[in-house]
């Protein structure tokens, strides 16, 4: 499954969250002239519900039926292809009818029920690296999807934690995971949370979201996730670490040009 996928990377870009109509098609609007203007392949990513936030007052989302209606409307309205997250095996069957990628959270990776039900689907399962995991350690989250079913598996790297309130990119893990599958994507904003740095929020550090990303490049990388958000400081949801909307088109073009 080490084969290197043809033509550009694959990129990966959205809210962290659903906030409103307006800022998922001021998005998607966005996405569309980047995906002319670059000729590449672009998904559509937003959360419907955020179940793993660090506090119990956090904005979580619509929650799914809401939520997975206004994504079907963006897929409708742009022909974008859709990613969003699930967190339990009976979200995945749901989700499944409206996005094409289903997504496990980096927290779950090893919830072999939660596998098994995004794997039977039918869909692509994009498995984020726990941040308590090596690469090598992904080969049986793998292992469990293609077991039961899954024609094709992601992974994604997005940093470990490293003492308190912190990540770090062992970048040794994008060439690990290519062992295991074709794709591997980097997390380029997850990567510089600073978790629970932020007085019962996440922090980050945003302006190393494009260095992030060309270091995963020259490690192998062939796809790329960004959360963005048109004004990241206001925004509901991992503001600190999300790139802003505007400043996307110059990481892409710095991933595909150079």
Known sequence: MSEQPTGKPLFIAGP??????????????????????????????ASFDKANRTSLSSYRGPGMERGLQMLADIKE??????????????????????????????????QTDLLVAAARTGRVV???????????DMQYPVDKCTKAGATEVWLTERGNTFGYNNLVVDFRNI?????WTHRVVMDCTHSVQRPGAAGGATGGNREYVPAMALAAKAFGANGYFFEV????????????????LGDLDAVVDSLINN
């Open 126 to 136: 994009n498995i984020k690296k726990a941040q308590f995991l090596s690469g090598t």
């Open 229 to 244: 958000h048109p004004d990241p400081d206001h925004a509901l949801s991992d503001g600190p670490n999300m790139l802003h």
């Open 16 to 45: 962290c969250v659903i906030e409103s109509t307006e800022v998922l098609h001021e998005v998607a609007r966005e996405l569309v002239r980047l995906r002319r203007k670059h000729g590449i392949e672009v998904y559509f990513k």
């Open 77 to 110: 309205a742009y022909g974008l292809p859709l990613l969003t997250d699930i967190h339990e095996s009976c979200q995945a069957a749901p989700v499944a009818e409206v996005a094409d990628v289903l997504q496990i959270p980096a927290f779950l990776c090893r």
């Open 175 to 179: 060439p690990e995971m290519r062992r």
